[in-house]
């Protein structure tokens, strides 16, 4: 197991120390270890000549969630531009007119991101949409100068779109920046923001902008429907006719729109009804298959049952002195008895007749009987009708 520990020295920057821990401590760990959590530390420092620097750590504890400085001075900085009307009380997601305005996007992204290539991928249909983009390193304490220096001067566009697909908390901990916070609310274009991330807290820099959504592929999407309604309007604007056939256009496409999604739903519907029926077939099978072996073992037992109450017969009537014949009658009665109980796992198996009244006629009824079934008959009203 292995601790990365991080620890900012006095000029602001965030050194790591790659700490591994020997299995006989791992008990002694505090619970709930996560990225992000506040530590103390106690250890030595030592000096290897093939390892170089070591810290041997004696003492590791846990303080309160969201005590260390890092929170602190993110509660500070929030409070601050709260004040000075910098941040919004709450995120918003932008208005739709916004969106509706916005035919020049100037796309602010790490290169080759993954959020990058959701939002691309989104608003490529888009025809009528100019997407213009800048790629910029989000991490390291250089990230936060140059993107407030791009978003000073974001040139002739409509909307500024900074994304990232997310990461951890030190990645994320640019967008709580007070110089990239500042630079997104002085912006001269309205800027949204679409960061994927899974802390508890906000982002500090999504109640700075015009809005924000919660991942790179929402934006996208946004934007594409916004795309969409503008070239509706043309369509319904052409001709004195046109609002009529922009209308009808509209409705057949969204008919078709809506058969195909009620298909797509129809299509996972059968292949539901298909799982559940092979899970019910097997489901069924299985308990049929436990019915017939209690019926066999049952018809073991009355075999055995049988011949012990024939040779018991036999013995009463031997001390008794009967004739020879009652006792070689007892034996064939017992014994064709015995024959014919233990044969009763072959007869489960023959099915009914289709007259044969008392059979299950739904599911439940199924199930019911063939969780207290025991006998061959009872066996044989669960099999299908010959």
Not at 89 to 99: H, K, N, Q, T, W
Not at 267 to 286: F, H, M
Request: glycine letters at 10%; aromatic letters at 4%; hydrophobic letters at 45%.
């Amino acid at each position: 197991m292995r601790l990365l520990l991080g620890a900012r020295d006095e000029r602001g920057e965030l050194r790591t120390v790659d700490a591994a821990v020997a299995s006989h401590c791992r008990p002694y760990l505090p619970k709930g270890l996560a990225p992000g959590a506040v530590l103390d530390v106690r250890g030595r420092l030592s000096v290897d000549a093939s390892a170089g620097l070591r810290l041997k750590i004696g003492f590791v504890a846990r303080r309160p969630p969201r005590d260390g400085p890092i929170h602190r001075a993110r509660r500070a900085a929030r409070e601050r531009l709260l004040a000075e009307g910098v941040l919004r009380a709450a995120a918003i997601e932008p208005p739709r007119a916004l969106l509706d305005a916005a035919r020049r996007v100037l796309l602010i992204s790490p290169p080759g991101s993954a959020g990058r290539a959701d939002f691309l991928g989104e608003v490529r249909p888009a025809r009528d949409l100019e997407v213009r983009e800048i790629a910029v390193r989000m991490n390291g304490e250089a990230a936060a100068p140059e993107l407030a220096r791009r978003l000073a001067d974001p040139g002739d566009v409509d909307l500024v779109v900074l994304v990232r697909g997310g990461g951890d908390w030190r990645g994320l901990a640019l967008f709580d920046d007070e110089r990239l916070i500042r630079a997104i609310h002085a912006c001269p274009v309205p800027v949204v923001l679409g960061v994927g991330h899974r802390s508890d807290d906000e982002l500090l820099a999504n109640r700075a902008g015009a809005g924000r959504f919660s991942t790179p592929t929402a934006v996208g999407r946004e934007l594409r429907a916004a795309a969409g309604r503008r070239r509706r309007q043309r369509a319904a604007s052409a001709s004195p006719g046109a609002p009529y056939e922009a209308s009808r256009r509209n409705w057949t496409a969204a008919g078709r729109d809506e058969l195909g999604r009620l298909r797509q739903e129809l299509q996972r519907a059968q292949i539901q009804l298909e799982r559940q029926r092979a899970l019910y077939a097997l489901a069924s099978g299985a308990l049929a298959e436990r019915v017939l072996r209690r019926v066999r073992r049952r018809a073991r037992w009355q075999f055995v049952a049988a011949l012990g109450g024939a040779a018991a017969a036999m013995g009463v009537l031997a001390a008794l002195a009967a004739p020879i014949w009652l006792l070689a009658g007892a034996a064939v009665v017992g014994l064709a008895l015995g024959i014919w109980l233990g044969r009763g796992g072959a007869r489960a198996r023959r099915p009914l007749a289709a007259t044969i009244r008392h059979r299950p006629r739904t599911d439940e009824d199924w199930i019911r009987l063939a969780t207290i079934a025991s006998r061959p008959r009872e066996h044989r009203r669960l099999l299908p009708p010959r």
